[in-house]
């Protein structure tokens, strides 16, 4: 590596390089550096998910990645496509004709790496006269407009309080579904969803199965409340995992008067799970989307925190299912409520 040459050599430090699989924000290995003995982490790529804190355990440096795109073309895709003050309009997407509602209004969104040409395209939009823009939405700590697979910004609709009812819009830049369909989940009330692909640049309409999805879940939690044995899994990549959210379950599933096996994984495989053959039910502490989108490949139910709570009567099953697993005003089941946030001391 020559950026760890180039350290060793100019600063007189000892460099490691941690080769662990890295799928998004939540997989930033401070506790593997700490574990390590190391003073400081660079990490590459994703958003600031774990805050940076100068007195915390390890002290970190985020190297942003920015993919630049043609953000004129998404501009004109959308002045294009969604003509400003229409009195009726037609989009005809991947040979699907639509109507759009007079007035509708549009929000626009994306992943980390395409934030910046966000928000020159939105601005160059605005200076153009274009009025259908709604504010940046935003789910704290991240970043506005961003969304991640587990965590998505809860869509306001102006004028709802007056009785009005505007049709909404997405638009969402990215190169695949994976976090678009976090935003879809958490807001099922938006019927109408774009995704903007910047590499071959087509815009697509998209759309999520919601009362499959919620069929699916609700049967495994059904399935799961009937247990006696529960594996608890710790996800230890990276930040995946929360020690408080799993000593919270562990202590819930023991006044319930289940048996608990706590089992650290870094990933989740039907293969390994199915090696503990008296667990009658699993509870992954890692990535939410785990058990949504692949926990019926598993021969025992696969919960997530939130779906663990209603199984055990802590929370009734939400008709919007929550994507919150980072944000700051999320469930007893996410990372920053009080029962489950955690403190690390630093490594001394």
């Not at 699989?21 to 590459?44: E, P, Q």
């Not at 991947?94 to 549009?106: D, F, L, M, N, Y």
């Not at 395409?114 to 160059?124: C, N, S, V, Y």
Request: charged residues 25%.
């Amino acid at each position: 590596c020559i950026i760890s040459d180039i350290l060793e050599k100019f600063a007189g430090v000892e460099t490691l390089i941690m080769g662990d699989v890295t799928y998004g924000a939540c997989c930033i290995d401070d506790f593997s550096a700490r574990a390590l003995g190391c003073d400081f982490l660079v990490h590459y790529g994703h958003s600031c998910l774990v805050p940076i804190d100068p007195t915390g355990p390890v002290k970190m440096l985020y190297v942003f990645v920015e993919i630049g795109i043609d953000e004129k073309h998404l501009v004109a895709t959308i002045q294009t496509n969604f003509k400003d003050n229409a009195e009726k309009e037609t989009v005809d997407i991947e040979s699907e004709t639509k109507v759009i509602k007079p007035g509708a209004k549009i929000y626009l969104a994306g992943t980390i790496q395409f934030t910046g040409a966000l928000r020159k395209a939105r601005k160059r939009l605005l200076e153009s006269g274009y009025s259908r823009l709604l504010p940046v939405p935003q789910a704290k700590p991240l970043s506005p407009g961003e969304t991640l697979g587990c965590t998505a910004p809860i869509l306001s609709i102006p004028g709802e309080e007056k009785g009005e009812n505007p049709e909404i819009i997405v638009i969402f830049v990215a190169d695949g579904r994976f976090h678009l369909e976090s935003l879809m989940i958490q807001n099922p009330f938006v019927k109408t969803f774009y995704k903007y692909d910047p590499y071959p640049r087509k815009l697509t309409k998209e759309s999520y199965d919601h009362a499959k999805m919620h069929r699916i879940r609700q049967h495994a939690i059904k399935q799961a409340s009937t247990a006696s044995v529960f594996g608890l899994i710790m996800g230890s990549l990276g930040r995946q995992g929360n020690p408080g959210i799993v000593q919270r379950l562990k202590k819930r599933l023991i006044e319930a008067g289940k048996e608990v096996i706590v089992v650290l994984l870094s990933e989740v495989f039907p293969s390994k799970l199915a090696m503990f053959e008296s667990v009658e039910a699993w509870i992954q502490v890692a990535c939410p989307r785990l058990s949504i989108d692949w926990g019926h490949h598993f021969k025992r139910p696969l919960l997530s925190p939130y779906e663990a709570e209603v199984a055990l009567n802590l929370q009734k099953w939400k008709q919007i299912y929550p994507m919150d697993f980072y944000r700051k005003e999320g469930g007893p089941w996410s990372n920053y409520h009080p029962e489950t946030k955690i403190k690390i001391e630093r490594k001394k």
